[in-house]
């Protein structure tokens, strides 16, 4: 059996990882190979034999002790033979001393235990349309939407520290800047209350993240980013489960449930805002 040699995936091979996920069924955006490397221009791992790329992962380390685990994506023809073990172990290696999550597909979840991970809850993916709505929910007297372009990226860098556990401002600058991308925030004498990003994917659009102070915030939010892309075009928000609020904006806009994934970390669960939560940023990434 030859050696696996990992090394880390160079910022032009990226699409690589793009295609593999999109192979697999989980529907990257178009443009996330930037923002995707902003966030660790090391923490994507490639897996080589005789130079053939054959298996990938991200081990993404977030300030001084968190990490995220994704694209864990062994081709098919190299599964079973033991290149996914061996890429695993140096990712959980890159990621030591770090309290690490990843969003796990169920049936792997046992597999995730034995790493010591630990269930914290679980993500729903749900489906629905584009397109404006006959009644967007009306906003208090002193909301409003506003373009996130519109204001200083600090205070968009501040709001959302509360609902991850580490900095990521030069994720969050890239991802807010891919093509054919909208952004809008709701303000409340001027302070930011919530904000929502909509981006184009290999199949329709995603919204991640969706944070917002209420439940009508989140809603109108969710509306106005649906109001951006075309009617007929699909529509994805990945919904934690466990947040009542949020699972009752996908129902009540009639997003019906794809599949879910196993929210997991190896420390404790962190102390973010997850009522606040109504769409994750991502699967891959947190």
């Given at each position: 059996?030859?050696?696996?040699t990992?090394?880390?995936?160079?910022?032009?091979?990226?699409?690589?990882?793009?295609?593999?996920?999109?192979?697999?069924g989980?529907?990257?955006?178009?443009?996330?190979?930037?923002?995707?490397?902003?966030?660790?221009?090391?923490?994507?791992?490639?897996?080589?034999?005789?130079?053939?790329?054959?298996?990938?992962?991200?081990?993404?380390?977030?300030?001084?002790?968190?990490?995220?685990?994704?694209?864990?994506?062994?081709?098919?023809?190299?599964?079973?033979?033991?290149?996914?073990?061996?890429?695993?172990?140096?990712?959980?290696?890159?990621?030591?001393?770090?309290?690490?999550?990843?969003?796990g597909?169920?049936?792997?979840?046992?597999?995730?235990?034995?790493?010591?991970?630990?269930?914290?809850?679980?993500?729903i993916?749900?489906?629905?349309?584009?397109?404006?709505?006959?009644?967007?929910?009306?906003l208090?007297?002193?909301?409003?939407?506003?373009?996130?372009?519109?204001?200083?990226?600090?205070?968009?860098?501040?709001y959302?520290?509360?609902?991850?556990?580490?900095?990521?401002?030069?994720?969050?600058?890239?991802?807010?800047?891919?093509?054919?991308?909208?952004?809008?925030?709701?303000?409340?004498?001027q302070?930011?209350?919530?904000?929502?990003?909509?981006?184009?994917?290999?199949?329709?659009?995603?919204?991640?993240?969706?944070f917002?102070?209420?439940?009508?915030?989140?809603?109108?939010?969710?509306?106005?980013?649906?109001?951006?892309?075309?009617?007929?075009?699909?529509?994805?928000?990945?919904?934690?489960?466990?947040?009542?609020?949020a699972?009752?904006?996908?129902?009540?806009?009639?997003?019906?449930?794809l599949?879910?994934?196993a929210?997991?970390?190896?420390?404790?669960?962190?102390?973010?805002?997850?009522?606040?939560?109504?769409?994750?940023?991502?699967?891959?990434?947190?």
């Amino acid at each position: 059996m030859p050696t696996l040699t990992i090394r880390p995936l160079q910022r032009a091979e990226m699409a690589v990882a793009l295609d593999w996920a999109a192979a697999e069924g989980w529907n990257p955006g178009h443009h996330d190979a930037a923002p995707f490397h902003a966030a660790d221009p090391q923490g994507f791992l490639l897996g080589l034999l005789h130079d053939e790329p054959v298996a990938l992962i991200s081990a993404v380390r977030y300030g001084t002790d968190s990490g995220f685990i994704g694209f864990y994506i062994v081709k098919p023809r190299w599964r079973g033979q033991g290149h996914g073990w061996a890429l695993w172990q140096a990712a959980l290696a890159r990621l030591a001393g770090r309290n690490v999550g990843l969003d796990g597909v169920l049936a792997q979840q046992a597999n995730y235990l034995k790493s010591g991970f630990k269930l914290a809850w679980r993500n729903i993916r749900y489906q629905g349309h584009g397109g404006a709505v006959d009644e967007p929910p009306a906003l208090g007297s002193r909301e409003r939407i506003v373009p996130l372009a519109s204001l200083p990226f600090q205070a968009l860098a501040d709001y959302d520290r509360a609902f991850f556990p580490a900095e990521r401002s030069g994720f969050l600058r890239s991802w807010i800047a891919q093509p054919q991308t909208q952004g809008l925030g709701i303000v409340r004498d001027q302070c930011l209350i919530g904000y929502g990003v909509v981006r184009p994917c290999r199949t329709g659009y995603k919204i991640g993240p969706l944070f917002a102070a209420t439940p009508n915030g989140a809603e109108a939010l969710f509306t106005a980013l649906c109001a951006q892309v075309p009617a007929d075009a699909p529509v994805f928000l990945d919904v934690p489960e466990l947040h009542a609020d949020a699972v009752a904006l996908a129902e009540r806009h009639r997003l019906r449930p794809l599949f879910e994934t196993a929210r997991m970390y190896t420390g404790p669960v962190p102390d973010i805002a997850l009522p606040r939560t109504y769409g994750i940023t991502s699967f891959e990434l947190g």
